[in-house]
């Protein structure tokens, strides 16, 4: 494993550790008459999880599930919700809360791709060609998991949000990763910088928008299927990931504002304004970056490292739980 990987994945083992930490006192029993509620310290640990590997092929998911383990926020304590007769568990506002902070990392990549934000919004005027483009491969890259995103989305929280579905979605993502490596170096022609993002065909953005819909599965990385759907489509390395940021703007967002709808009162409830604050600053600050890294690194490195880094999680995870 690469010296950057290793220190990544340093970093949010520490991360997991300081978690473990914080959970020193036992989370109570669900028939308790008293919830603690998640810390400052629990907020910044999610947004750092999730800014560092939301747009890192490692799956921001599979990590915050782990990590929202390790600081024994998925107990099936009670929280008590204002203005509703039943409490809900802590698991089900955690889960929803890992995705809010979503927006930390979305508003980093808005601000740090500006420029093609705004040619974006100019060709949907009618006021850049190119910009419209772009903003059509985008929305035909978002329909496939968009639409099943929203006919799957309860099945997939209710039955999938587990360290076992993560620690299989690590190990099958990684193998493919070594794949479209290994096809991409056989074929370099494949991956030609004359393919650029405006240029891609409907056809071509509809197979990387396919590709998403494997990311519904936790542990899976939509940004790691939506790099390998670009090389598939004949982007290079760089552009795949870019295209990755920009797709998960509206995706994100969109998976955001409607658990903030569906769920934003028990999260309130759960967390309090203060972790939720500081998970979202945590969370822009970190992502962005994190983008910044992963574009230098895949021009000169590829996905193979990160892979690799995959099945080294997935084998510290199946040593812990067995």
Not at 247 to 275: D, R
């Amino acid at each position: 494993m690469p010296p950057v990987l290793r220190r990544l994945f340093s970093l949010i083992t520490l991360s997991f550790l300081l978690g473990s930490a914080s959970a020193a006192e036992p989370v109570p029993p669900a028939d308790s008459a008293e919830t603690p509620r998640p810390t400052l310290l629990d907020g910044a640990i999610l947004g750092l999880v999730e800014g560092i590997t939301e747009f890192l092929p490692v799956s921001s998911t599979g990590h915050l599930i782990i990590a929202s383990d390790a600081l024994g926020l998925d107990s099936s304590a009670p929280v008590i919700v204002p203005g509703r007769d039943q409490p809900v568990e802590l698991k089900q506002a955690t889960d929803a809360f890992i995705v809010i902070i979503q927006i930390g990392a979305i508003a980093a990549v808005a601000l740090l791709y500006w420029r093609r934000v705004t040619r974006i919004l100019a060709g949907l005027v009618g006021r850049d060609r190119d910009g419209l483009r772009l903003a059509i491969n985008i929305v035909i890259a978002c329909i496939p998991a968009g639409v099943l995103g929203l006919l799957l989305g309860d099945l997939i929280d209710a039955y999938l949000f587990s360290i076992n579905a993560v620690i299989f979605a690590l190990v099958t993502g990684a193998l493919l990763m070594f794949w479209v490596e290994a096809r991409r170096k056989k074929h370099p022609a494949a991956a030609s910088p004359a393919v650029t993002l405006e240029t891609l065909r409907p056809g071509q953005a509809l197979l990387i928008g396919g590709m998403q819909c494997f990311a519904l599965w936790p542990g899976t990385s939509r940004s790691m299927v939506t790099i390998v759907g670009g090389y598939l489509a004949g982007l290079p390395p760089v552009l795949a990931a870019e295209f990755s940021f920009l797709v998960g703007l509206p995706l994100l967002s969109a998976a955001a504002t409607l658990k903030t709808y569906k769920h934003g009162p028990e999260v309130l409830a759960a967390f309090g304004s203060g972790p939720i604050l500081v998970g979202l600053l945590v969370a822009a600050v970190s992502a962005a970056l994190a983008v910044r890294f992963l574009v230098g690194f895949l021009n000169r490195h590829g996905l193979a490292a990160f892979a690799w880094y995959r099945l080294g999680l997935a084998a510290v995870l199946l040593a812990v739980t067995l």
